[in-house]
């Protein structure tokens, strides 16, 4: 009698996926303190105020962050470059007082005019890039000496011109109406009235972050921020990249400064000075560190919004708007611990 013995077949059971694996890549994202930041206010301003989420609010707060995101963008990926640029302020004053005055007082096509300060804006951003990148000087030192010259320009040319401190009547100059539309036409969305700036925003954000993570030049903007020394051992073109860099906050502020100066027909001389550190704050809260090498276009965006959303959630709640600066200063400090925690947790989980 012979004993049989029979063989079952067992299908694998599938393994579950290591959530502790992804929980660290998802932490190790910079932009990931900031979009629990903006949940938190966005959560907090809904409760405290109806206001808030009705479709006035939300094109209010919407079109407050967005000129400050299109700058905060451009400054993130020159601080993840390892640079700051202080005088991205007052350039959205001097391409918008360039372009009026050439639309209002020489007579030219608003297109012209913007053509013309596109082309100032990306001169003075080389400039900046090429005179940290050839003395070593620090850029904090080179932009601030950049921001005193244009503040000066801004308002010496401009009371020579018009004899006030101001541009206005941009609405009259030919060209307007076309420009208007590109840069300052407004959009209704559900009964929320969606500015251009918006649009700008967004669009400027994507192709950044696009830029940043699927091409050779956004690991280069890192590798220069990381360390210059070992960027230029690999073949990098450091100087270049920081150059553009420097072109890009310059082209960031030609947006803004056309946006403002369309939408509100005028612009003030002195327009933009102190917004270059909202700019670097916003910077910060998405994930940026002071220290180059690391942090997120995305995220830049989202402080942005964090500061639309508190600013004018603090309005519509009908607080004294004083408070505004006490949580700006709690938000930059939590915003620096939570970062380098961030930045030390994405270099474990890299090894």
Not at 108 to 130: E, K, Q
Not at 157 to 171: K, N, P
Not at 269 to 281: K, R
């Amino acid at each position: 009698m012979t004993a049989t013995t029979t063989t079952s077949e067992t299908t694998p059971t599938p393994t579950p996926p290591d959530r502790l694996a992804i929980l660290n890549r998802l932490v190790a994202r910079p932009e990931v303190g900031a979009l629990l930041g903006a949940v938190v206010v966005f959560v907090f301003f809904t409760i405290i105020t109806s206001k808030f989420v009705k479709p006035l609010g939300i094109s209010t707060w919407l079109d407050d962050a967005s000129t400050l995101g299109i700058m905060a963008v451009a400054v993130a990926l020159l601080m993840i470059g390892g640079e700051f640029d202080l005088s991205t302020g007052v350039m959205t004053a001097s391409t918008a007082l360039i372009t009026g005055l050439l639309a209002v007082h020489a007579g030219w096509n608003v297109w012209l005019g913007l053509a013309v300060s596109l082309v100032f804006a990306l001169t003075v951003g080389a400039l900046n890039g090429w005179v940290v990148m050839r003395t070593g000087l620090p850029s904090f030192i080179v932009t601030l000496g950049t921001f005193l010259a244009l503040q000066g320009l801004n308002l010496g040319v401009t009371r020579w011109a018009t004899g006030t401190v101001q541009v206005s009547g941009v609405r009259s100059a030919s060209g307007y109406q076309s420009a208007g539309w590109v840069f300052a036409s407004t959009t209704k969305i559900g009964g929320a009235s969606i500015q251009a700036s918006v649009v700008w925003w967004i669009v400027v954000t994507a192709i950044a972050a696009i830029v940043l993570v699927r091409t050779r030049f956004g690991n280069w903007i890192f590798a220069v921020g990381g360390s210059l020394p070992t960027a230029r051992a690999v073949g990098v073109p450091a100087n270049r990249t920081k150059i553009l860099l420097f072109m890009t906050t310059a082209f960031a502020g030609w947006i803004v400064g056309a946006c403002n100066l369309l939408r509100f027909a005028s612009v003030q001389a002195n327009q933009g000075v102190g917004l270059e550190f909202q700019y670097i704050i916003a910077a910060v809260i998405g994930g940026c560190l002071l220290t180059g090498g690391f942090g997120s276009v995305v995220g830049a965006a989202i402080g942005a919004l964090i500061f639309g959303m508190a600013r004018q959630g603090i309005v519509l709640a009908g607080w004294n708007s004083d408070w505004f600066m006490l949580f700006l200063g709690v938000l930059l400090f939590s915003a620096v611990l939570v970062n380098n925690a961030f930045k030390k947790r994405a270099e474990r989980v890299r090894r």
